[in-house]
């Protein structure tokens, strides 16, 4: 892996340093965990978004897994959505023992203060806390919400029950679930890996179709698998994300800059992008979108490769894994998948496999495809809706990913 130059590492320091007076050292961070903002939608008549009914004055409890080590962690909370102020009264972390129960919760400041408002469309970053942590660590931030708070972003597909709770305590009565991420976006470790891989996509890298609580999905195995080598993984997947347009959150194109280009370590972006371009056209999603074509799809990951690649960031891209059938029971069955469709997937996956714009071919579609129909998914990596994989199949797709990631350096 190429290391971060000299200029971008300073310039990632800088942007990541706490003000005056704590003055903060040089050393660039890297980010640990993510969970990509969404916009929160008001019509929830397919998708529920899962948020509790009001967040004014409560306080949710968010559990998640460090992918990294750290001596000290910073959190990133996002507004990046909304239309009005946020107000968090207060923030904590603390190492999470299951559920909602934690034990030694430590205060969370901002430049100081327990207190942030989080302007509209802004993100606030944590004061650096103290925090020794081995990858793997579970950790819990709660936040207590300011009056007049309103949701207005959040991530969807958290695969992570969050809880509401009756007050920061750390065995809290628990007054509702959520399967939401709700402001928490990004923590970040103090020691700097050798380098920093974002997995971005759809509902295929963001989990839709691994267990719950499960910690599954094909991102959450590779990261595993390569903290050991120094590498830290992180998810910015968006299920129903799209390369072209935005779906249940912006597309690749406009979040690029926010999630991958402004992550601090980032040097690696494993791109899996295409299944909803292809196949929302003609769906209840989009029931008078023009069929996608080949060339607005190679125009489009051209342009994200563009742009990671003068950012100085290595790009490895996915092909698109096979989905006939997919969505069986739904409004979606029958218009999701369609042999036109999945002619255009083959197509895109052709042009993919000769291209050389990127650094790197990671080929989901033969790890997971069945060997008997190669326009379905293989059984054993199915999580049983014919379109998301099974954490057998998430094991198949984090392997193909390490095998690139451990061959010998790019050598430009």
Not at 57 to 83: E, F, K, M
Not at 158 to 177: F, Q, S
Request: aromatic share 6%.
């Amino acid at each position: 892996m190429r290391p971060i130059p000299a200029a971008a590492a300073a310039l990632a320091a800088a942007a990541f340093a706490t003000p005056a007076p704590a003055q903060e050292s040089a050393a660039p961070w890297s980010a640990v965990w993510t969970a990509s903002p969404q916009a929160v939608w008001r019509d929830e008549t397919i998708f529920p978004t899962g948020l509790p009914a009001r967040i004014a004055g409560a306080t949710i409890r968010q559990p998640l897994t460090l992918g990294y080590p750290a001596d000290r962690l910073r959190l990133l909370l996002s507004n990046a959505h909304g239309v009005r102020p946020l107000p968090i009264e207060a923030a904590t972390l603390a190492r999470s023992v299951g559920g909602a129960t934690v034990e030694d919760p430590q205060p969370v400041r901002f430049g100081g203060e327990t207190r942030v408002t989080i302007a509209p469309g802004a993100q606030a970053l944590s004061d650096p806390l103290p925090f020794p942590a081995e990858a793997g660590t579970r950790v819990a931030a709660t936040l207590t919400y300011g009056p007049g708070a309103v949701a207005e972003d959040f991530h969807w597909d958290a695969r992570e029950t969050g809880y509401v709770i009756e007050a920061d305590r750390p065995d809290p009565v628990v007054l509702a679930e959520t399967p939401a991420r709700v402001t928490l976006s990004a923590v970040f470790s103090d020691r700097p890996a050798r380098a920093g891989v974002i997995a971005m996509g759809d509902s295929l890298t963001d989990g839709n179709g691994a267990p719950m609580d499960a910690m599954a999905r094909w991102p959450d195995f590779l990261a595993r698998a390569m903290a050991p080598q120094g590498i830290a993984v992180v998810n910015a997947g968006i299920s129903g994300g799209r390369l072209l347009s935005d779906g249940m959150g912006r597309s690749v194109l406009a979040r690029l800059e926010r999630d991958v280009l402004a992550s601090p370590g980032a040097d690696t972006l494993v791109l899996l992008i295409g299944t909803n371009d292809i196949a929302w056209p003609g769906t209840i999603f989009a029931p008078d979108e023009a069929p996608m074509t080949l060339a607005r799809l190679q125009a489009g990951l051209l342009q994200a490769a563009a742009r990671v690649r003068a950012a100085g960031l290595r790009l490895i891209v996915g092909t698109a894994p096979p989905f006939r059938g997919a969505l069986p029971g739904t409004p979606l069955e029958g218009a999701y998948w369609s042999p036109a469709k999945d002619a255009l997937r083959r197509e895109l996956n052709a042009w993919l496999r000769a291209a050389t714009f990127h650094d790197g071919l990671a080929d989901f579609d033969r790890a997971l495809s069945d060997p008997a129909d190669d326009a379905r998914l293989n059984p054993l990596h199915d999580s049983g809706d014919h379109l998301h994989p099974s954490p057998e199949g998430n094991r198949a797709m984090a392997r193909v990913v390490e095998a690139l990631l451990t061959e010998a350096p790019d050598p430009r």
